[in-house]
């Protein structure tokens, strides 16, 4: 079994999706509708290859990324050391950081929130909460639990060769190891043609679920955050409300 780490530069079509401008476009339309100040300045936590630092950069922004894997982060910064302003790679823990100077907006992508615990949920609200302006907003990707938490999801992505394996599958599965404490160990396997032969390239993560009821509570607990709201399939024209499901969510919070 190879693990996503031995192909960094496969990492965006194997475990993320190709869709990359619209989701910038969106996060532009965040920010436009709902920041409370002007936006220069975007930080990713969790970002690994960090993809959307070029049509970000297209945008007007400038960007650090937060990983924790070295790897990942040298990839990237040979994939976008033609950009002005350079963007900053940090290496670090997503659970407990700090940055040297304050951000105007905070994402995380594709469900890379990984915190076990509600311990490690405090920790890095926190650390958020020094890292970003009054007014900013953190916008969160498909990590809130809407849907079944132990549902498998398959998913066929025709993608292309330009930055390794050409990827034929992307297969998620969730197995709950601790029942009280909602914690999942996390399995995502994508296959990809290599030299006549099939490898499978895997991320295996322990998290703990995080639903949307027990979410809004948490939020109103602490003294840093407000709820702006949660929206299907990134289109702010669709809140999730009633009965309407989620496939993919997008939850945005305001720091006091």
Avoid at 200 to 221: C, G, T, V
Wanted: charged share 25%.
């Amino acid at each position: 079994m190879t693990t996503v780490q031995d192909y960094p530069q496969s990492s965006e079509t194997a475990f993320l999706f190709p869709d990359i401008r619209p989701e910038a476009k969106f996060i532009q339309s965040c920010i436009t509708k709902y920041s409370g100040i002007p936006v220069r300045r975007v930080f990713e936590v969790g970002c690994g290859c960090a993809p959307h630092v070029g049509e970000l950069a297209k945008l007007g922004y400038s960007y650090a990324g937060l990983d924790s894997n070295r790897s990942m982060l040298d990839f990237a910064v040979h994939e976008w050391s033609h950009l002005e302003p350079a963007p900053e790679f940090i290496q670090g823990d997503t659970v407990l950081f700090a940055l040297d100077r304050r951000i105007d907006f905070a994402f995380v992508m594709h469900g890379s929130l990984y915190l076990k615990s509600l311990k490690e949920m405090i920790s890095h609200f926190d650390s958020m909460a020094s890292t970003l302006h009054h007014g900013g907003l953190y916008l969160i990707d498909w990590c809130i639990q809407f849907a079944g938490p132990l549902t498998p999801m398959a998913i066929s992505t025709p993608v292309s060769e330009s930055h390794g394996p050409r990827v034929r599958y992307l297969l998620i599965n969730n197995r709950l190891t601790d029942h009280a404490g909602q914690a999942l160990r996390k399995t995502q396997a994508g296959d990809t043609p290599r030299r006549r032969r099939h490898n499978q390239l895997k991320i295996i993560k322990r998290n703990r679920d995080i639903f949307p009821q027990e979410f809004q509570l948490f939020i109103r607990s602490l003294s840093d955050f407000e709820f702006v709201g949660w929206w299907k399939d990134w289109d702010l024209s669709q809140p999730i409300a009633g009965d309407s499901e989620a496939d993919r969510s997008a939850v945005l919070l305001m720091r006091k």
